[in-house]
Structure formats: C-alpha cells, structure tokens
C-alpha cells in the first residue's frame, strides 16, 4: 500500500514540476522578448529618422515617431516594475524596523512576542527578493544594464551602417 502512495506522490510532484518548467520557460521568454523589443524599436526609430529606411512615399517621420513611442511604453514598463520592487523591498525592511519598535518599546503577551519574533526572523533569514527565473534579481541596478545592453548594440549597428 505505502509503494502505491509513492508512486503517486511521485508522479504528483513530476506534474508540479514541469508545470513549474513551463511556468519558467515563458517568463524567460518574456524577459528576452522585452529586450529584443526594446533594441528592435530603438533601431526602427534610428533608421527612419537618418533616413536609411524610406517608407514607400518617402521619407516619413511617422514611423519612427511611433517606434520610440512604443519603445518608451516598454521602457515605462521595466521602470514600474523596478519601482515596485524595490517598494516591496522597502516596506518589507520598514516592517522588520516596527516589530522592533512593538518588542523593545511596547507591553505585550508572550505570545504575540513569539509570533512576531517569529515573523522577523522570517523576514531577515528569508528577505524577498523579486528575479527573472533566478537569473538575476529585479532591481535598480538592472536598469542601468539593460539600458548599456540597449546603448551598445544600437552603436555597433549604427557603426556598421556607416
């Protein structure tokens, strides 16, 4: 009967599992999706507005109007998505500070005190941290990369356009 149950488990635990590949594989996806949007725009909108890429009435400022254009809503994206982790981040340290202030400064019953030295110890062993598939953590930081990542490929095509 216990081998039964095993197996089971067993088989219950694989299904979580490649759900949980799956579920990582389209976020990852996703992410280099974002990135490839973002440099493929930025190139759009060079290219129409130096001319090299003529619209079939002519030169048009148009299109690379409406290229930066989406590629500022990308942009707006990536930095609400900063911004709200790195809030989360914050508000998870200011908690930590204020059930500090609620254990040295305030009378109360041993076992509210355990839970909530409990709950800060969970919050200092195990802090969250927000990331793309465990690839790289979600904050500020990322910004400045991905932004050098955008900056460098756009010279070298406009290098080897020239």
């Not at 919050?123 to 500020?140: D, G």
Request: glycine fraction near 2%; charged fraction near 15%; aromatic fraction near 8%.
């Amino acid at each position: 009967m216990l081998t039964v149950l095993d197996g089971v488990a067993h088989v219950i635990q694989l299904e979580y599992r490649l759900k949980r590949i799956k579920d990582i594989l389209q976020h990852l996806v996703y992410c280099v999706n974002l990135l490839l949007n973002m440099i493929n725009l930025l190139n759009l909108a060079i290219r129409f507005y130096t001319g090299l890429m003529v619209t079939p009435n002519g030169v048009c400022r148009l299109p690379s109007i409406s290229s930066l254009l989406r590629m500022l809503n990308w942009v707006m994206v990536a930095l609400i998505e900063v911004y709200r982790c790195e809030s989360t981040y914050r508000e998870s340290e200011e908690i930590v500070e204020n059930i500090d202030l609620l254990l040295i400064n305030k009378n109360i019953s041993a076992n509210l005190t355990k839970t909530l030295i409990e709950f800060r110890n969970l919050l200092i062993t195990r802090p969250i941290k927000f990331h793309a598939i465990r690839f790289f953590n979600i904050e500020y930081p990322l910004l400045a990369s991905v932004a050098s990542v955008v900056v460098t490929y756009t010279i070298i095509l406009l290098q080897s356009i020239k």
